[in-house]
């Protein structure tokens, strides 16, 4: 037990060295806060293609701490331009979505397909062109293939058994309706 407990001791010493060495420098960090701020002055630019520029590419950054802030600042901007084009960065980075089905009341052949469907309509992203705005896609309820498109602030999905057209609300949620085998429900998607 104790041999065991020695051949461990170093390799846990040279586990423990290599993090302090990977922890970055005040220099580094310092360095990194500075690009951060640059662009976000370049995002509240008067020039609105030096804001899309600028947001585009903090979104796709490998800095986790500046899309983040991007995203923040991309969906919360006046121009829709640039909430455009955080929406197409935004799908790029999930996989999948719900669409919150709305109850249907007094129509019982709406109520089976809504409890069918579990209240909710499951999109799974399997592939996405960002430069088109569309995403291939299947749902929770059937496998087939589909394609959706993003255009602006709308989102128009299409399944083998559900169409739905939706756009981005003032809550930053999309709003709309979709059609599920026959019965057409008012529905909400939150992406952000």
């Known amino acids: 037990m104790l041999k065991t407990v020695l051949k461990l001791t170093p390799a846990t010493c040279l586990l423990l060295s290599t993090s302090t060495l990977?922890?970055?420098?005040?220099?580094?960090?310092?360095?990194?806060a500075a690009e951060i701020?640059?662009?976000k002055a370049l995002i509240q630019s008067p020039d609105p293609s030096l804001r899309l520029a600028a947001i585009?590419?903090?979104?796709?950054?490998?800095?986790?701490a500046m899309r983040e802030i991007a995203f923040a600042a991309g969906i919360n901007a006046s121009d829709e331009s640039v909430v455009a084009v955080t929406i197409r960065n935004?799908?790029?980075?999930i996989d999948n979505f719900a669409v919150?089905?709305?109850?249907?009341?007094?129509?019982d052949e709406a109520?089976?397909?809504?409890?069918?469907?579990?209240?909710?309509?499951?999109?799974?992203?399997?592939s996405y062109d960002k430069a088109k705005?569309?995403?291939v896609n299947d749902t929770h309820y059937d496998g087939s293939d589909k394609t959706s498109t993003i255009s602006g602030l709308n989102l128009f999905l299409e399944s083998s058994r559900c169409q739905g057209d939706f756009k981005l609300a003032e809550d930053l949620s999309y709003k709309g309706a979709i059609t599920c085998s026959?019965?057409?429900?008012p529905a909400v998607i939150n992406l952000f």
Not at 22 to 32: G, H, L
Not at 100 to 107: A, I, M, Q, R, V
Request: hydrophobic share 30%; aromatic share 8%; glycine share 6%.
């Open 56 to 64: 585009d590419a903090m979104q796709n950054s490998e800095d986790l």
């Open 111 to 126: 109520m089976k397909t809504y409890n069918n469907y579990g209240s909710k309509v499951m999109f799974r992203i399997r």
């Open 37 to 39: 701020n640059e662009l």
């Open 90 to 93: 935004r799908i790029s980075e």
């Open 133 to 135: 705005g569309t995403f």
């Open 22 to 32: 990977a922890t970055p420098s005040i220099e580094q960090i310092k360095k990194r």
């Open 100 to 107: 919150l089905l709305t109850k249907p009341e007094g129509n």
């Open 182 to 185: 026959g019965a057409q429900f």
